[in-house]
């Protein structure tokens, strides 16, 4: 989601500390998709298998289905043994937010509806939101380094402070709103 140079730019640091900060952008980002139920990181095959229920819906894992260009490949088999026949793109048509809807009612069967799609962002690409929260937590965790940079929390007396973690960020709340999925 975050090249190295747009993170050093925004921290105004120098190109030396480009390793650090792929190491805390990988984290920020796997622990951004792990909060939010999805995946954030880089562009991978996905193959889905649904049972087809005799109605004309499926609903899909993972893709961000935000973006109009989203490729995909389906295809249905009537039973566990036959070929695989691929379906025309005018046979089916994707419904925001996982929904798959076929033109005709997908066959009754276990796991006879086969669905190929990419997901995840290229580098420096995927929501704006999404991306800046991923650049606020990068800069929590380089600013935290040092002698108590792990410490997440710590309470003197009448004093505690939180450190480290979504909930301290402004914009959480925000992207949680709107970006949360719940499995289904």
């Not at 805390?24 to 954030?40: F, K, Q, S």
């Not at 009448?158 to 959480?172: I, P």
Request: charged letters at 25%; proline letters at 5%.
């Amino acid at each position: 989601m975050i090249s190295a140079a747009i993170a050093r730019t925004h921290l105004g640091l120098e190109s030396s500390a480009d390793a650090d900060l792929l190491v805390l952008i990988g984290g920020a980002t796997a622990y951004l998709g792990h909060a939010l139920n999805r995946y954030l990181g880089p562009p991978v095959s996905r193959v889905e298998l649904k049972d087809g229920l005799g109605t004309n819906a499926v609903y899909l894992d993972e893709p961000e289905t935000a973006a109009p260009e989203l490729e995909m490949t389906i295809e249905t088999r009537a039973g566990r043994f036959e070929v695989w026949e691929v379906l025309s793109a005018v046979d089916w048509a994707l419904e925001p937010p996982r929904r798959v809807v076929g033109r005709s009612a997908w066959p009754k069967g276990s796991s006879n509806v086969r669905i190929v799609y990419d997901a995840g962002y290229a580098t420096d690409q995927g929501p704006a939101e999404l991306r800046s929260l991923v650049l606020e937590l990068v800069a929590l965790r380089w600013n935290a380094r040092g002698e108590d940079g792990a410490k997440l929390s710590e309470t003197i007396g009448d004093y505690s402070y939180r450190n480290g973690t979504l909930e301290g960020l402004a914009s959480w709340e925000a992207v949680a709103s709107s970006w949360r999925r719940l499995p289904l």
